[in-house]
């Protein structure tokens, strides 16, 4: 008897031992290992917009702890191979720092389907791709408020705009400027020309000394680098001649100068965006929004004017925060 109760112990131990080796398992579900990459333009040490762009790539990567790369000073026409070098290398989450990339994304887009591409736009796009994010730089925003500074430190009523090229970006802001001027009751004057190049200050000075030779005395700058050649022509104007930036502030450029710059926090969408991805959404649209803490604010406060207008320009800029101001936006033609 206690033979054959063994027997059968030892018989259901090997039925369950089969049972269990033959169950099906569980098909664990691998979660990808994200890594992060940029593409900048010019040099990470521009203290300018790649800079900037450079903090953002370092902030995001410190967050969510993924591994970054970038690659700068990357010409038009090696952008494309520079990302299918990221993505063939396991980079499935591409930012590409500058519009003039976004043609060389969008074109190998859809031969990389697991990989999310984050380029940067001037207005939403009617269509989008499932595996890209669409990031607005709002720049026009940020130049209404400049164009209202323009309008209330003027004394000459004569204000100038210098831009690299034009481009639907720039048309933008000198419709939102001459807004501002307006909306200050400011019967100033805008003069805008386009050198050619955001990063030639030869070129830069040449047409800052042009401007200032028509008594222009507020100079509106949408130039990066060419910025160096706006510094010298305005502090050997030999009468006061005032300006804003844009990006970083630059007041150490030229003190006496200087009013403020229109100022940019690219970690704060990058973060967004990086963090919803994360979370499974690989496409979609978000806005540079302006205010406080936001990716797009005004420094302050203002130099080299009266503690009157700056309060002012405080005001105004806290108004289109809050959405109590329509600024136009056309990016399509330069309004009269």
């Known amino acids: 008897m206690k033979k054959l109760t063994v027997l059968l112990l030892v018989v259901l131990i090997g039925i369950l031992s089969f049972s269990v080796g033959c169950a099906p398992k569980e098909e664990e579900v691998e979660t990808p290992e994200f890594k992060l990459a940029a593409l900048f333009p010019g040099s990470i040490q521009d203290a300018d917009y790649n800079a900037i762009g450079y903090v953002a790539l370092q902030e995001t990567g410190n967050k969510y702890d993924i591994k970054t790369a970038y690659s700068e000073k990357v010409a038009v026409p090696d952008a494309e191979r520079v990302l299918k070098e990221y993505a063939n290398d396991g980079y499935n989450i591409i930012w590409v720092h500058g519009n003039q990339f976004n043609g ?11 990989v999310t591409f984050i380029i940067e736009v001037d207005d939403e796009p009617a269509e989008k791709k499932a595996n890209f994010w669409y990031m607005d730089r709002n720049f026009y925003t940020g130049f209404y408020i400049l164009g209202s500074l323009a309008g209330l430190k003027t004394e000459t009523g004569n204000i ?5 090229l034009a481009l639907p970006f720039t048309n933008g802001e000198i419709n939102a400027v001459k807004q501002g001027i307006r909306d200050v009751d400011s019967d100033a004057t805008l003069q805008y020309l386009f050198v050619g190049d955001f990063n030639d200050p030869l070129k830069t000075r040449q047409a800052a000394e042009g401007l200032i030779s028509k008594d222009i005395d507020v ?4 130039v990066n680098l060419g910025n160096y050649g706006l510094y010298n022509a305005v502090k050997e104007a030999g009468r006061p001649v005032y300006i804003t930036t844009k990006y970083t502030d630059k007041k150490i450029q030229a003190p006496d100068n200087y009013l403020t710059s229109d100022l940019f926090d690219f970690s704060v969408p990058i973060k967004e965006i990086v963090g919803k991805i994360l979370d499974g959404e690989k496409g979609g649209f978000i806005n540079l929004d302006y205010g406080k803490g936001k990716a797009r604010y005004a420094q302050f406060p203002i130099s080299n004017v009266s503690e009157e207008i700056s309060a002012r320009i405080q005001q105004i800029a806290d108004d289109v925060e809050a959405g109590k101001i329509d600024i136009i936006k056309n990016l399509t033609e330069i309004l009269p």
Request: net charge negative; proline share 5%; glycine share 20%.
């Open 104 to 114: 060389a994304a969008l074109k190998i887009g859809d031969d990389y389907p697991d």
């Open 160 to 164: 100038g705009y210098i831009g690299g």
């Open 219 to 222: 100079i509106l700058s949408s």
